[in-house]
């Protein structure tokens, strides 16, 4: 369920969407359904001017039935493959994040996720010299770290600025603003509004379950519908503008088996298309220890079950990394 919003789509004024939710019509589906006629006069509307927005919003959301042949050439002229900046993690990964998907870390506080996401901006920034938004939700970005990054790469200071000047950071701390944010980068990249150095190629938020979970307790029904919008977002976003997309979740003890699991629930679980799982295990290691263990969870191109480990003191990977564990982990 898509939320009505103004800037969803031509037409739909801030006006127009308080006269609706008025009348109990607050989501996409609401309105596309609704008898127009009735619309108008309950609302004091104007009939065309609702004939003119469920159009465009029928033209948005609906499905078009598109052909394996198609998909597949399309695929291949469209589809990158970036690095991670971390060796072993893009063997996991099957050569690095892959453009058009939503690749997602999940751990639990401390087991390294932000530490990741900086290698990948930075890797995607110095080394493939191409843009990274960071949509940050948990105030975890630290310049500092991107900027040892950066020296760990190269020495000269002018490759670390321009480095560090293809990396845009966004911070935001609710849902409505972080969709605003990822509205204004598609209508930016619509309107070709771009920066000297190309459009963005990476967009990474950390962290999607920050602002989502705050609103699934009492308002489950409202929460829960702006989570498929944020879904929706990121996927499109993902698929229409080639970019690759980095989300972290956070993750939360199974009641039965005890094991851990990603948060924000079932409906999320089919947002991202690879998933990893990063744990650190201090009984192994010992409590200072910076090494975690990175497991794949969900994949269409490799073995879940898959671990290696990383350092996320120097974002990069051990030389000695287990070897696959099998399916069903």
Known sequence: MVILRAGLCPGLTAEMIQLLKANSIATVVDLVSSDLEEVARKCSLSYKALVAVRRVLLAQFSAFPVNGADLYEELKSSTAILSTGIKSLDTLLDSGLYTG???????????????????????????????????????????????????????????????????????????????????E????????????????????????????????GGRQAEGLALMMQLAR??????????????????????????????ALGRS???????????????????????????????????PTGNEVELDIASCGVLEESPAASGEGR
């Open 101 to 183: 998907e939503v690749t997602e870390l999940t751990g639990a506080p401390g087991s390294g996720k932000t530490q990741v996401c900086l290698s990948i901006a930075m890797s995607t920034s110095h080394d493939l010299k191409q843009n990274v938004l960071y949509v940050d939700s948990t105030a975890g970005f630290t310049a500092s770290r991107l900027l040892q990054l950066a020296q760990a790469r190269t020495g000269d200071e002018e490759e670390q600025v321009e480095a560090l000047q293809r990396i845009q950071v966004a911070r935001v701390f609710d849902v409505y603003k972080l969709l605003d944010v990822l509205q």
């Open 268 to 302: 999320w679980s089919f947002v991202p298309s690879t998933r990893v799982l990063l744990e650190s295990r201090e009984g192994t290691w010992g409590k200072a220890s910076t090494r975690r263990l990175a497991s794949l969870t969900k994949s269409s191109r490799q």
């Open 233 to 262: 977002e990121l996927k499109t976003l993902a698929r229409e503008l080639s970019m690759a997309v980095v989300v972290t979740n956070h993750v939360t003890r199974d009641s039965s088996s005890g094991h851990l699991k990603p």
């Open 185 to 216: 980068l598609r209508c930016s990249v619509c309107q070709q509004v771009l920066s000297a150095s190309g459009p963005v190629k990476v967009l990474v938020v950390d962290s999607a379950s920050a602002v989502i979970c705050p609103l699934l």
